[in-house]
């Protein structure tokens, strides 16, 4: 009887110690913050490059999205899934309790729109740079509400910025460019925002 209720303390205490590391886990980081330094190299290297083949090669638009944007995506995603795993290990959290499943879905699910719209943007060959930029604020908001909600602020600038190319009308390769390079400053500059909010969380 007494091993009985010592068992049954005991898995108490496991479940109040696994209560704990989930509620620290809200209002904090779920992926390493190296992972929004490598986007921000990815989607800078990307824009440069696209800029290159289309104004240099004459490649088509759609051209440059299948050689390079979406090879970007997928060594995107992986990269993510890499630094949610080492972030998740770190904490001790299990990876796949029922919320990360689900969160890591909601993310795989956004890769997948974000890519539909930008094949179709492009398939009319038109330069839509203040949509493109805005499309680099949707991973934004999503990160806000489930990590530190101050990164917010990215996300609005970004969507912002992009608001203004579309009210001047700002259609051109080069405007592209722009969108690319705001994008991945962005990324960097959240890196550097969620290196901070870990720090003072840790404090």
């Known amino acids: 009887m007494e091993e009985n209720k010592k068992d049954v ?14 509620d620290e886990s809200e209002d904090s980081g779920i992926i390493e913050v190296w992972v ?11 824009s440069i490059f696209s800029y290159l083949l289309i104004n ?23 990269l993510e899934t890499i630094g949610w795993v080492k972030k998740m290990d770190k904490k001790s959290i299990p990876l796949f309790s029922r919320k990360y499943v689900k969160l890591f879905s909601g993310l795989m699910g956004q890769l997948v729109i974000i890519c539909a719209m930008l094949y179709f943007l492009i398939q009319a060959d038109i330069p839509h740079a203040g949509i493109y930029m805005m499309i680099g604020a949707i991973p934004l908001f999503f990160y806000s509400q489930i990590t530190y909600s101050s990164i917010i602020i ?12 579309l009210i001047n009308n700002v259609s051109s390769i080069e405007a592209s460019l722009f969108s ?10 959240l890196g550097f925002h969620m290196r901070y909010e870990e720090k003072k969380s840790n404090e």
Request: charged share 15%; glycine share 10%.
């Open 9 to 22: 303390e005991d898995y108490l205490q496991d479940l109040k110690e696994i209560k704990k590391m989930m």
């Open 36 to 46: 929004f330094w490598a986007y921000g190299l990815l989607v800078g290297a990307a």
């Open 56 to 78: 240099v090669r004459n490649l088509s638009r759609m051209d440059v999205f299948l050689a390079i944007w979406l090879p970007v995506m997928f060594i995107a995603g992986i």
């Open 154 to 165: 990215e996300a609005w600038i970004l969507t912002g910025g992009g608001l203004l190319l």
């Open 180 to 189: 690319g390079l705001s994008i991945a400053v962005a990324y960097f500059v």
